[in-house]
């Protein structure tokens, strides 16, 4: 397909994202640079039966040095969790009253099992060509994989998107923040230009110690947290680790941190000292800035913790506003950006940068799965 320009793409995306939650859902219309008109977002939460098996999955994934192998329960996995998908863009197509020939294409994420860029080596669960034939669409997938193998960290790939959004807010320079298992952030400068990197976890731990320590699946509110007491001395300590230093562009696995240190605290402090390293670690971020943002805008489901929204705020010392007061689908943003990308992919337009993932030039990426 050409280039098409100045086409109006209707475009899904499938997002399931390192937190494990479920499956979040959107439409756009888009035409690979502008975001014309947004639709609703859903989001179908995985079973806690499937969850645990993910789990599981991360273990197994975290020996895996081939990138396409699925040994073990892994390909199974990947069946049930595309099925998964297909069932979750239907029941949203059927749900919004959507025709689904009306979708010129679908951008899927697939779940990351295992993301480790300095071994140029990046795994997604997720069949594009068997989402393809359920859907009876167009499927771009496999969006990280060009750009890790060409050098770079193949995350975060939202930044596109995130600059597209942004464009009627006047306040610059400005960083969307996205609050899902790990937390990214995508720096936006007055001229446009681009910064953007993993900060550190952001749900993630938080999430598995709430599930170990209570069987719940993450800390409403923050109210578990904002109970307890942080340990400064073990944020220290995690602040310690390499990565903080490093400059960007830097990306990061979920489970790149060892929880160990507050196996003995109280659930209530166990949560506080995690929510404020989440915090800490995002104020850490401002050393590889070139000034601090005026406005941070915070989206994914981290936005709904009060106390790390708080935490965030006094420890940068700058106003976090959900996203939702620029109108902006603060749950549907990922899988927004997925549409967006998918779009570009097909367009052969970049969708990753020097300034985003360190990768050497800008460029496209994503395998396209033809509808059969």
């Known amino acids: 397909m050409g280039k098409q320009e100045g086409k109006v793409w209707r475009a899904l995306g499938l997002m399931s994202g390192t937190s494990l939650d479920g499956i979040d859902v959107a439409v756009i219309e888009t035409d690979g640079e502008h975001v014309l008109r947004r639709g ?116 975060p790939l939202a930044p596109a998107y995130h600059r597209a959004l942004a464009a ?53 509110g923050g109210a578990l947290a904002e109970a307890g007491t942080v340990h400064e001395d073990i944020v220290a300590a995690w602040l310690r680790h390499p990565y903080f230093a490093k400059p960007p562009p830097k990306s990061l696995d979920r489970n790149a941190f060892d929880p160990g240190a507050i196996d003995t605290l109280s659930p209530e402090d166990g949560a506080a000292t995690l929510t404020a390293f989440s915090a800490e670690a995002i104020a850490a971020a401002l050393r590889h800035l070139p000034e601090a943002p005026a406005l941070w805008i915070a989206a994914g489901g981290g936005r709904r913790n009060g106390t790390l929204l708080h935490m965030i705020s006094e420890r940068t010392g700058a106003a976090v506003r959900p996203a939702e007061v620029f109108d902006i689908d603060g749950d549907g943003v990922e899988a927004e950006a997925w549409a967006f990308l998918a779009v570009r992919s097909r367009l052969g337009l970049p969708i990753t940068f020097p300034g985003t993932t360190g990768v050497a030039k800008a460029m496209s990426g994503g395998v396209l799965a033809e509808a059969t």
Do not use: C
Not at 189 to 200: K, M
């Open 168 to 220: 009627e807010i006047s306040d610059r320079p400005l960083a969307v923040l996205n609050l899902g298992g790990v937390a990214n952030l995508t720096f936006i400068g007055r001229d446009g230009t681009l910064i953007a990197f993993d900060t550190g976890p952001a749900s993630a731990m938080i999430d598995d110690w709430v599930k170990a320590k209570l069987g719940k699946p993450f800390d409403g």
């Open 40 to 155: 609703f977002s859903a989001t179908y939460p995985y079973s806690d039966a499937f969850r645990e098996q993910l789990h599981v999955g991360l273990t197994e994934a975290a020996a895996l040095s081939d990138r396409v192998a699925r040994p073990g329960r892994l390909r199974l996995l990947e069946q049930y969790l595309t099925e998964l998908h297909a069932e979750a863009a239907g029941h949203y197509l059927t749900d919004h009253e959507i025709a689904s020939e009306s979708i010129d294409i679908v951008g899927f994420h697939g779940q990351t099992v295992l993301h480790r860029p300095d071994a140029q080596l990046t795994v997604q669960l997720g069949d594009g060509p068997l989402l393809a034939r359920r859907l009876g669409l167009p499927v771009v997938y496999d969006l990280r994989a060009a750009d890790v193998a060409a050098g770079g960290q193949g995350a």
